[in-house]
């Protein structure tokens, strides 16, 4: 029996189709069809037929979630594997049951021709002519999002060995552009866009985690599409591990994004009864960037254990200290820490062990005698003391062969038999998906987070996964590695409640959905230079929410680029995610001491429009200058930060736009400024006639000529803020400004 289903949700409409020859097929994912019946909706199938092309297969090709050859597709297939005795190379899937449940109900089967849904998920129950057999979960969530995934299991009698598994989606040939993203350790989310063509934009990460250079999102979209406009279809594959990431356009005008798990040879064989799940892949319809980041970001934020409490101001001792570790120069850090007010101190590498360097000491996670004679609760306490939460560094999955472990367990380290892997950073992989290596790290995490009351981690990963395979057996482990880490994870967090985790793998390698569903931030990248952060903080932004972007306030002369920057372009770059500090405070003079609480201030009266509200990035023909913002979800306020990235060929550099706003209220506008003005600073006449006041004053806090200072200006229409804008104030390259908006009270 043929099936219509029609999910819809906050704008976006999901029509499927299935019928008991085929897997279910995705009629239309994209705007809103509105309330359609079952006539409707069978007229959708009949104007998307494709004809029978010349020198064709006599059937026409039905794009399916599964796209599979014997429906006569010549592309990439979903399923890929064979039998042990080569047979089921094939495999064609029918539908024999459908399920559906919206809400929280159980899912209920489907018997009628045609159902309309708002959100909810829709179970497909398939069985293939080779004795496979599966579900196939499409899901449509409240805030628009659509993901599937599917559970294979083999049915038959003898090993099955899958080599792969992806799910497509079908792309109207209206999308023309791809936008996807590649980059490397200390320059994540490149953005690349091109042309699409016939043939297969295919990204893999073959690096046993998401990869600083991954696709990170895959966008279709029509010409032209930027932040605000033209219609876009975009794809994430939620996998921490290896992955695949593909657009696809044939000879016959299909189009489709499609993604999963990247499978090695032998990782995956299926035994009688066993059964596979793949990654959720993750997919957002959205006219412009904006809309289609919002609705992952909505997605995120509604989940029960998204961080809903204030996201702390942290420091990360690394850059003051790094593996010099002295109590008393710890302290004198939390000191100054706790009065400019920071609320989470983090110590970093170095405690445990022998790890006097990166050369040894990784997985003895034991505190170690010769530089914490009494351990971390001296310090722990100390930091508890002064109003502040603790944090620890670790690095769980990772072993230099210059450790106590690795000498005891040789058979831990990860390698291809026994051929050890080329070295990276000193260090190789140890094997977690061991039950004895996985509890060993266990055991010792549970003892130091107990000892030292620790609250929060920093969760490294500081190498790719070469060769990652069982020593003794030789085969891969690349799979096994990635869902040992993830249980690790939940596990901690289980047994120590209100523990929070940051992923943190190189800086941004480890970077997707799916390690979000078990870590609470990411660190977005090592390289905290502001001017490499605005690109990469704008771009991670494509698919993560502010809230859990490790964002930190860098040292003036950056550590991995030399550049010299002012404190206010570091402190109103990081104030666009979770805010921290990665500097010497004690190097720090007065006066930058007195700026830097004055930004942490203002941080943390905007935090909550931060955490809740909706990213905004401004279209300007000219790229000189970067503005983004994040607006209230009722419009009231925002907060916008305008940034030099680059000298312009035009003097002047025009007007700038607030996007977001309200047409119809009228707005009050300050800009935000610490004592001293960046460089280059000269107020536009629309300034001219405001009168300078305390923006710290108003907050209760120091006076205006020691911290700092707003520029009003009168009440201005929404509509205009928008669409005309305000004239660019004069700044040097590589300066920002901050401005505060909030509807004005009549």
Not at 47 to 67: E, F, K, Y
Not at 406 to 425: D, F, K, L, N, T
Request: hydrophobic share 40%; aromatic share 8%; charged share 20%.
């Amino acid at each position: 029996m043929m099936t219509l289903i029609h999910l819809r949700a906050n704008g976006v409409s999901v029509l499927i189709e299935s019928a008991d020859d085929a897997p279910p097929a995705i009629l239309h994912w994209g705007e809103d069809l509105g309330a359609i019946d079952a006539e409707s909706a069978t007229q959708v199938r009949s104007c998307i037929d494709l004809p029978v092309g010349t020198n064709a297969p006599d059937v026409p090709l039905r794009p399916a979630l599964l796209m599979q050859a014997g429906d006569g597709w010549s592309g990439r297939p979903s399923v890929q594997g064979a039998f042990a005795d080569g047979s089921g190379f094939s495999p064609k899937f029918a539908t024999t049951a459908v399920a559906a449940q919206s809400g929280r109900g159980d899912a209920q089967p489907v018997t009628e021709k045609f159902k309309q849904m708002g959100s909810g998920s829709v179970g497909y129950t398939l069985e293939a002519d080779t004795g496979l057999a599966g579900v196939l979960t499409v899901e449509l969530t409240e805030q628009g999002l659509l993901r599937s995934r599917m559970k294979l299991t083999n049915a038959a009698a003898q090993p099955y060995q899958l080599s792969g598994l992806c799910l497509a989606l079908p792309v109207p040939l209206d999308a023309v552009e791809t936008l996807d993203f590649a980059g490397r350790w200390g320059k994540e989310r490149v953005p690349q866009r091109q042309e699409i063509t016939v043939g297969t934009h295919l990204r893999e990460g073959r690096k046993g985690r998401t990869g600083a250079d991954a696709a990170y999102v895959l966008h279709a979209g029509e010409r032209g599409f930027n932040f605000g406009s033209g219609k876009i279809w975009a794809l994430h594959t939620a996998w921490s591990g290896n992955h695949v990431t593909y657009l696809e356009r044939t000879y016959s005008g299909v189009q489709v994004l499609g993604g999963g798990e990247l499978l090695l040879p032998g990782e995956c064989t299926l035994e009688p009864g066993d059964s596979y799940t793949s990654p959720f892949v993750y997919a957002s319809f959205g006219h412009g960037l904006d809309q289609v980041a919002a609705r992952f970001h909505q997605f995120m934020r509604a989940r029960p254990q998204h961080p809903k409490t204030p996201r702390p101001v942290t420091l990360n001792v690394w850059e003051a200290v790094y593996f010099d570790h002295d109590l008393d120069k710890l302290k004198r850090l939390a000191d100054i820490a706790s009065e400019v007010g920071v609320e989470r101190y983090v110590l970093d590498d170095g405690w445990f062990g022998a790890r006097r360097s990166d050369h040894a000491g990784l997985g003895d996670w034991v505190v170690s005698k010769d530089v914490w004679p009494h351990g971390l609760r001296p310090l722990s306490d100390y930091v508890k003391s002064l109003g502040m939460k603790f944090g620890l560094w670790f690095e769980p999955e990772m072993v230099n062969l210059d450790s106590d472990v690795a000498r005891a367990h040789p058979e831990w380290v990860m390698q291809a038999g026994s051929r050890m892997p080329i070295p990276s950073r000193d260090q190789q992989v140890l094997n977690l998906a061991i039950p004895q290596a996985y509890a060993h790290v266990r055991d010792q995490m549970v003892r130091v987070i107990e000892d030292a009351d620790v609250s929060y981690i920093k969760w490294d990963h500081n190498r790719d996964l070469i060769d990652a395979g069982y020593a003794e057996s030789g085969k891969a482990a690349f799979h096994a590695q990635t869902l040992a880490a993830y249980t690790l994870m939940d596990e901690l967090k289980a047994r120590f409640p209100g523990l929070e985790i940051e992923s943190c793998s190189s800086g941004g390698g480890r970077v997707d959905l799916e390690v979000l569903q078990h870590a609470d931030r990411v660190w977005v990248s090592d390289c905290i230079d502001p001017l490499e952060r605005q690109q990469m903080n704008r771009w991670t932004a494509q698919l993560i929410p502010l809230e859990m972007m490790g964002s930190h306030i860098a040292s003036e002369v950056s550590h991995t680029t030399g550049r010299t920057h002012s404190l206010s372009f570091r402190a109103v770059t990081a104030m666009f995610g979770h805010l921290g500090i990665e500097w010497d405070l004690e190097a720090a003079s007065p006066a930058d001491r007195q700026e830097l609480r004055y930004w942490l201030d203002v941080y943390k009266q905007h935090r909550d429009l931060l955490s809740t509200g909706r990213l905004v990035r401004a279209d300007r023909g000219e790229d000189s200058v970067w503005v983004t913002g994040v607006v209230a979800q009722d419009q009231a306020q925002a907060l916008y930060q305008m940034v030099s990235v680059d000298r312009s060929a035009m003097s002047p550099r025009g007007c700038f736009t607030f996007p977001g706003l309200d047409p119809h209220k009228d707005y009050r506008v300050r800009l935000l400024m610490a004592h001293t003005p960046p460089s280059g600073f000269k107020p536009p006449k629309w300034l001219e006639g405001s009168w300078p006041n305390s923006a710290a004053k108003s907050a209760g806090n120091a006076p205006a000529e020691q911290s700092g200072r707003a520029y009003e200006v009168a009440r201005i229409r929404g509509s205009l803020l928008s669409e005309v804008g305000l004239a660019v104030p004069s700044i040097n390259p590589e300066q920002a400004l901050l401005f505060e908006v909030s509807e004005a009270v009549r």
